[in-house]
């Protein structure tokens, strides 16, 4: 039996194999780790990338959605300067039939009184005055809706007898005249509901302010308080309309309805018209109409309870320009 040679260099292999073999461990692992750590490094890099395309490309529609409005807002707009669709102005002549009623009662008592201007002061029933509205549309979708009616009104009279007053005397045979004037401002918004060129429909909210002035007034007069001035805020909510029927004749109109109840204050408006407008040239119209307008206006006091009806409606005509 033979004896096998061994090296030294064989021995010392033999006692190096273990930590070869954990030498190499310890290089997989390092590479391990250090492909992790990159990968975690990159990781992030790559998903951050990714929402920044994701953001960019969401930042791009919200743009392109926004210059898309801007544009079609711009396309109305110039539509509305083409066709002169802007300003809507009216001015009519109003043949308008009147009654005014002023009611009055103590509460809690059988003392009740109604007194007709027209019937009981011989104010005059019928009467022509003016009447002018103004439509601005601003935008293709707002506007501003204004309105006016001036109607004044008087009756004379003369004394028939001597009267006494508060220590004095009017002498008989004195002229004096009792008005009773009303001027209807109204102010409001309108919202577009169909817009197109040859047809408008809009809804608007404004705010009626009608000024009551009454009173006397003549020579020789010695009353301390000949007049009675009063203002009366009414909102209106009501729609608007205007539509081409052909090329020369359109319809025009509007209705609106308002009531309210406070303790202090109470009552309705109501303001109707429908109306034709014959085009004459592309900026100027002629029209014809009828006009109903109507006011309850309740006034309660723990003395006296006073209530007014103001109504007056007829036909009108005049002129209608756009611009």
């Given amino acids: 039996m033979g004896t096998e040679f061994s090296s030294p260099w064989d021995s010392l292999l033999q006692k190096m194999r273990p930590a070869r073999y954990w030498f190499c461990t310890a290089v997989l692992f390092l590479l391990f780790q250090a492909g992790n750590i990159s990968y975690a490094q990159v990781a ?18 919200k743009a392109e959605k926004k210059s898309g409005r801007k544009e079609k807002r711009d396309i109305s707009r110039e539509e509305l300067r083409r066709t002169h669709s802007r300003f809507f102005l009216e001015g009519s002549v109003v043949y308008a039939f009147l009654d005014t009623k002023l009611d009055f009662n103590v509460p809690g008592s059988m003392i009740h009184a109604v007194i007709s201007l027209e019937n009981n002061l011989h ?27 001036g109607l004044n009104r008087s009756e004379s009279y003369s004394t028939r007898h001597d009267i006494p007053w508060q220590g004095d005397t ?13 001027h209807v401002f109204s102010l409001g918004y309108v919202f577009s ?3 197109d060129p040859h047809a408008f429909l809009g809804a608007y909210f404004n705010v009626y302010v009608m000024l009551v002035k009454t009173g006397l007034r003549g020579e020789n007069l010695i009353l301390t308080n000949p007049s009675l001035n009063t203002t009366l ?31 202090s204050l109470g009552g309705y ?14 900026w100027l119209s002629l029209s014809i109409s009828y006009e109903k307008f109507s006011v309850h206006a309740i006034f309660p006091r723990t003395d006296i309870n006073t209530v007014v009806d103001y109504d007056f409606h007829g036909p009108s005509a005049g ?4 611009f």
């Avoid at 805020?233 to 308002?258: Q, R």
């Fill in 319 to 322: 002129i209608v320009i756009k």
């Fill in 170 to 182: 009017i002498p008989a045979g004195t002229n004096y005249d009792l008005y009773f004037n009303t």
């Fill in 269 to 282: 408006v109501q303001d109707y018209k429908i109306s034709f407008s014959f085009r004459v040239i592309s």
């Fill in 44 to 61: 992030p890099d790559t998903t951050a990338s990714a929402n920044s395309l994701q953001t960019d490309s969401v930042e791009q529609q």
């Fill in 233 to 263: 805020p009414l909102p209106n909510l009501g729609v608007l309309m205007k539509f081409d029927l052909t090329s020369w004749l359109a319809i025009n109109g509007n209705a609106g309805v308002f009531s309210l109840y406070t303790p």
């Fill in 123 to 149: 104010l005059p029933d019928k009467r022509p005055f003016f009447s002018g509205s103004l439509l601005w549309r601003f935008t293709p979708s707002s506007g501003l809706y204004i309105n006016y009616y």
């Fill in 193 to 195: 509901i169909l817009k």
